[in-house]
């Protein structure tokens, strides 16, 4: 069985920056509302209590649409397919992904399709579709390093981690370890959940695939500091 990662979920400071210009067309305080349930909804998602981010992800998603804010209620539904991912509904996230998508190309917003690929990617790998799911972890790239001060979730480390478990499960070892390599010295860093895990992991190649044992130790320990 493969194993299902906890990626680091959006945060105030993120829908601050979303909510920008809304704050100059006198709508700021219908925005706050909708972002304080979003706020919630992550601090649910941090604890793993899906049936409370749902929750919080719905009132924020009426509330958006009741005050037509399309970019936030597209930011809700980003949460309720992220429950998805982490409860295997594989194919239910994958179609609320590619809403999200969809919405963001229409507004524009690079960053939140960039997050939709992401979590598509992560998916699929987890699916077996590797391949695509390394054109989706790269396609999102650009858009995580261009809006890296406003991106909260601090997506560079994590997508090149999923270009490296993706590479994992298709067994090319050495493209692997170079993608582990990005994201441990990716910044912003990763949190230190995500951290651990991609050491975790770059220590079983190098032991079990490229016979390097002391590299292994050593990510190891690092890995349980």
Known sequence: MRKQIMLLPATLALFCAVLTPSVATGQSLDSVRVSRYLVMANDYLQRNQLDSVRWAAARARGLAEKTRQPLLRAW????IGSC?????RYEKGIAL???????????GDALLRAHSQKMIGWMYTEMGKEREALQLFRASLPAFRANAARDIQRSIGITYFGLATAYFYLSHFDSALIYYDSAIT???????REMALT???????KRDHLQNLPGALQDASQALT
């Open 97 to 107: 992904q590619t809403e999200v998508w969809r919405v963001a190309d229409s507004l």
């Open 76 to 79: 809700a539904d980003q949460f």
């Open 199 to 205: 050491l975790a992991d770059r220590a079983a190649v």
């Open 186 to 192: 990716a910044r912003p860093q990763m949190d230190s």
């Open 84 to 88: 998805h991912f982490y409860e295997g």
